[in-house]
């Protein structure tokens, strides 16, 4: 039978692509890979590829034109085969010519992982590269979270958001401004397509490296056994690794499904921009989404239940975080405890508790962001006997459930949310499975927040700290800082805290721009145990924001240069 070759759908919000160019023609033999046609979707292009050997036998799709995604451009025949179907919708048993299965033995797999996010595609390509037979399942869209809803979206919305405020700011610049214009839609659409387009790339690594990737629901039959739920496919393995990640939160009271209430995903998917919104949750989502909100124009208000914004984070640095953000606008209402969310479509009520003190503020929506919890509803695990508390995924240092052969990294184990850990577990689980030595080790992980100014941290707060060791805290203030000066963000600083006696550096905390590309070089350093006076004496940059590291370094050796 013909093969149908459909327009593939490259990420979440694709909805529809145009055929720029037909690198084949009517008539042409075709091998298994070559490229068929170039689409361009949201101003990205890819190149799509033949899903097997064939012959091209009808294009029904001409250059410049756009379909719907899942709709069929072309017929691939074998050789001798003269039937051409009509056009229309691919049936759901098709797969789609951008995303071919690797074929691979029915039912047999040296590995499955399940989960296509950041702990699950990296582990899929590290098996890959060790020689292993790798079937990868997803439910969903490649890159899970990190890439469709999380780590990616945010901070392309975020990084629009920065550059409206440089707008706003040019004159300090000697640049004269006569105005700007936001276009959200056009914000949603460049986020979108930064999203395809790694999504694609995720799907072309995966195919690069031989991975099978099934797009479904996995459910365990018994420890070494999973079904696809939506075709009945039963695959064996000899080790399983659980990656299907996590969920937004919620807290149970009463509104909290109503309208205009909206979770992470919802806010990712907005066609227009609210005038006002209150955020409840002052954690990482929270205030990285209050930031792009009151950068596009919002009124926000963020309600936070502890005594200061992004609890565990050091206080100080927490402290002076919050400061900015105030200053910025954002109306921000600690040690709040929120009771009910009621009103009316357009304009909703958040009736809360400080103290013994109640209280109401009103917008037109809500943002729930009270943080993530480990999904994995959907793989029947019961009937596997792996270990669960708390709603997590227990295992080991090696990434090891209580079940031989299964073993689980990222969200869906709890602990450290973060996708950079998750990939680190899931690179540490393929390791472990396939034969080879690997210990997680959690002693040096860094931890980014893309507000502006941006705060990256790196090992312990000084509270932390000061329970176990007599330590001593340099401090270096960006207002200093020459770089910090020319971008005129100056607020902030850098905070160093290291053992007295012996002078190793125990956490870093940094709190200005390029924050979090600068933290790589604290983790490094730490996970080499270097000292303060390593580090003061490490020759850095000029004129770079980074010396700041070097100079709170100084302060504990005998002091820093530009600093009274």
């Known amino acids: 039978m013909p093969v149908n070759i459909v327009m593939p759908k490259l990420g979440l919000t694709m909805t529809e692509g145009t055929i720029v160019e037909w690198k084949k023609r009517e008539g042409d033999t075709v091998k298994k890979g070559e490229i068929l046609f170039v689409l361009e979707t949201e101003k990205v292009t890819y190149e799509v590829e033949s899903p097997e050997d064939g012959i091209l036998g009808k294009i029904i799709v001409n250059e410049k034109e756009s379909v719907l995604v ?61 020689g292993a037979e790798v079937t990868i399942i997803e439910n969903d869209a490649l890159g899970g979270t990190c890439l469709n809803w999380g780590c990616i979206p945010t901070k392309a919305l975020l990084h629009s958001a920065a550059v409206a405020a440089t707008i706003r700011n040019a004159d300090t610049f000697g640049i004269r401004n006569k105005g700007y214009e936001i276009d959200f839609s056009a914000v949603m659409k460049r986020k979108n397509a930064v999203v395809a387009q790694l999504c694609n790339g995720v799907q072309k690594l995966l195919t690069a490296k031989k991975v099978r990737i099934i797009k479904g629901t ?99 640095m927490a402290v002076a975080l919050e400061k900015i953000i105030i200053a910025s606008g954002v109306k921000v209402i600690t040690g709040a405890m929120v009771k009910s969310i009621g009103g009316t479509k357009g304009l909703k009520t958040v009736r809360y508790a400080v103290g013994d003190k109640t ?75 396939l034969g080879h030595e690997s210990i ?44 910090a000066l020319i971008l005129n963000e100056t607020e902030g600083m850098v905070k160093i805290i290291s053992d007295k006696k012996y002078g190793e550096v125990l956490g870093v905390h940094i709190l200005g721009p390029h924050a979090t590309d600068m933290i790589a070089e604290a983790v490094l350093g730490m996970n080499l145990e270097m000292t303060v006076d390593e580090l003061a004496h490490a020759i850095h940059p000029h004129p770079t924001v980074s010396e700041s590291i070097m100079e709170a370094a100084m302060t504990l050796t005998g002091g820093a240069i530009h600093m009274p």
Do not use: W
């Open 70 to 130: 899942g709709m069929i451009v072309a017929f691939l025949l074998k050789p001798g085969e003269k039937y051409v179907p009509a056009p229309g919708k691919i049936p759901e048993t098709v797969k789609p010519a951008a995303a071919p299965a690797v074929k691979v033995p029915a039912g047999k797999a040296n590995i499955i992982i399940i989960g296509g996010g950041v702990g699950g595609y990296p582990a899929a390509i590290r098996a890959a590269r060790m």
């Open 218 to 316: 996995a459910s365990f039959v018994d420890p070494k056994t999973v079904q696809i739920v939506q075709t009945g496919e039963k695959i064996t393995a000899d080790k399983i690794l659980i990656a299907s990640g996590s969920k937004s939160g919620k807290i149970p009271i009463e509104g909290i499904d109503g309208p205009d209430v909206m979770d992470s995903n919802q806010v990712l998917t907005m066609e227009s921009l609210p005038q006002s919104v209150v955020v409840i949750g002052g954690g990482v989502i929270g205030v990285e989404f209050a930031q792009f909100l009151k950068g596009m124009g919002t009124d926000v208000t963020i309600l936070e239940l502890m005594p200061n914004l992004i609890p565990g984070l050091d206080k100080e």
């Open 359 to 433: 209280a109401e503020c009103a917008a037109e929506k809500i943002i729930m962001a009270v943080g993530r919890k480990p999904d994995f509803s959907s793989l029947n695990i019961e009937g596997t006997g792996i270990l669960c508390e708390k709603g997590a995924i227990v295992v080991n240092d090696r990434m090891e459930t209580n079940i031989t052969g299964i073993y689980a990294a990222g969200d869906v184990i709890g602990g450290v949310m973060l996708a950079h850990v998750a990939t680190a577990e899931g690179e540490c689980a393929v390791k472990n499975a």
């Open 440 to 483: 997680m080790n959690y002693r040096v992980v860094p931890a980014c927040i893309y507000t502006t100014p941006e705060m990256a941290s790196v090992g312990l707060t000084e509270e932390e700290a000061k329970k176990k060791y007599d330590v001593q805290v340099g401090r270096f203030p960006l207002r200093g800082n020459g770089k």
